[in-house]
């Protein structure tokens, strides 16, 4: 039985051209990176859930990172309107994907501009972080598209997304990297030291995707009584992503697989 469907977009030939905002640029190594998103999507489906994939975008850098371009909550996708003009066109893949799947869909308009990967849900919270990419108009829009739901801003330091300083664990704490955001806005915090210790994804059950990266966290996931699902995204992380922004996961649907 499906967990549901797990959205991910093949990597760009022009990977390595991909924006990079608080990090130096370095030698992105496109045939690994490849290698690397089909473990991904091995280890997602070995986890149960359906992988499908969005349109490629080749002309887009970054169109791999497709949780920037959706907020999915519930039954509804929300589609992002990317901060950085130049990730725009991404969505238009992602908007016919989730229609294929049965998601309503509401969008983020000017002058709001929204990356996906500064939403961060727990429980009838919706954390978003506003910085570099994400305005208070399209926090004020996402109030009115969730109105049952708790919209909480959660302004950024010197991070490009507020899901690469702080994720979710199953028990509703938080991982965070405490010098990057505010961490005293979420209830239950575990500060972490390594970068990509906060970048997490739960897979279901005890199941929580981690970067190989974070080797600490890692254990410290298994201390904590979770199942740590190790995955290497060097090639990803050398361009600010991270673990999350590779898929975006819609519970309960089931749909065409990968
Ligand atoms: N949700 C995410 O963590 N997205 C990473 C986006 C990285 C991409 N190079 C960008 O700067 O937009």
């Excluded at 961060?120 to 109030?143: C, E, F, H, K, P």
């Excluded at 010098?179 to 897979?203: K, N, Q, S, W, Y």
């Excluded at 254990?219 to 991270?242: A, Q, Y």
Aim: glycine share 10%; charged share 20%; hydrophobic share 40%.
């Amino acid at each position: 039985m499906s967990r549901g469907i797990a959205l991910v977009r093949r990597p760009s030939s022009r990977l390595a051209e991909g924006l990079v905002t608080h990090i130096e640029r370095s030698t992105v190594d496109v045939d690994l990176a490849r290698r690397q998103h089909d473990a991904y999507c091995a280890a997602l489906a070995d986890a149960g859930w359906s992988v499908l994939d969005v349109v490629p975008a080749d002309h887009c850098p970054d169109s791999v990172f497709v949780e920037d371009t959706v907020v999915v909550s519930g039954s509804r996708a929300i589609l992002a309107r990317p901060g950085a003009p130049q990730r725009r066109p991404e969505v238009a893949g992602t908007e016919s994907a989730v229609r294929a799947v049965g998601l309503e869909v509401d969008k983020i308009t000017s002058p709001g501009t929204l990356d996906g990967g500064d939403v961060l849900q727990i429980g009838d919270t919706v954390y978003v972080g506003q910085g570099g990419r994400t305005n208070g108009s399209a926090i004020r829009q996402m109030r009115g598209l969730l109105p049952d739901r708790r919209v909480v801003a959660v302004p950024l330091g010197r991070v490009l997304h507020l899901k690469s300083a702080v994720t979710a664990l199953p028990d509703g704490t938080v991982v965070a990297s405490p010098g990057l955001v505010d961490v005293g806005i979420f209830p239950a915090v575990r500060t972490v030291e390594e970068g990509a210790g906060c970048h997490v994804i739960c897979l279901g059950g005890d199941k929580v995707m981690i970067s190989a990266a974070a080797p600490k966290t890692t254990s410290l996931l298994e201390d904590l009584g979770f199942t740590p699902v190790v995955v290497d995204v060097s090639e990803f992380e050398k361009l600010e992503g991270c673990v999350t922004c590779l898929s975006v996961l819609v519970p309960g649907v089931t749909g065409p697989h990968h």
